[in-house]
């Protein structure tokens, strides 16, 4: 499985920003497709997460309301639309890909880098 992350940029708190991440290969109706990211200095945090086949989605906590994970099985790529961006989310946003009922994720993306300014 290859994962592509795009749609990072520099914004301006309060805007939007929708990233995406393109997958190719592998059987996607066995997978979750999960956005990750990481602020400088900090550790690796979970943002959200979409089962491939149903579409259930997962988020962090902190997250819910503002970021919305999505799929488009057409064009086999993930979205992560972000509202009211805030500095502290800026980070590098990763995709990745795992299988159901595992833990890790056994793909990575590039990352794109997400940049908020106050």
């Known amino acids: 499985v290859q994962l592509q992350a795009s749609g990072g940029g520099l914004v301006q708190a309060g805007d939007s920003l929708r990233l995406s991440c393109a997958v190719s290969?592998?059987?996607?109706?066995?997978?979750?497709i999960d956005w990750f990211r990481q602020a400088p200095g900090k550790e690796r945090e979970f943002v959200a997460s979409?089962?491939?086949?149903?579409?259930?989605?997962y988020y962090a906590d902190s997250l819910k309301g503002r970021f919305t994970i999505s799929r488009d099985k057409v064009k086999n790529t993930v979205y992560l639309q972000m509202n009211s961006l805030k500095p502290e989310d800026t980070a590098v946003y990763y995709c990745?890909?795992?299988?159901?009922?595992?833990?890790?994720?056994?793909?990575w993306g590039q990352g794109t880098l997400v940049t908020v300014s106050s």
């Open positions: 990745a890909a795992k299988v159901l009922y595992q833990d890790e994720p056994f793909a």
């Open positions: 290969g592998g059987t996607l109706s066995r997978y979750l």
């Open positions: 979409i089962r491939w086949s149903g579409g259930i989605t």
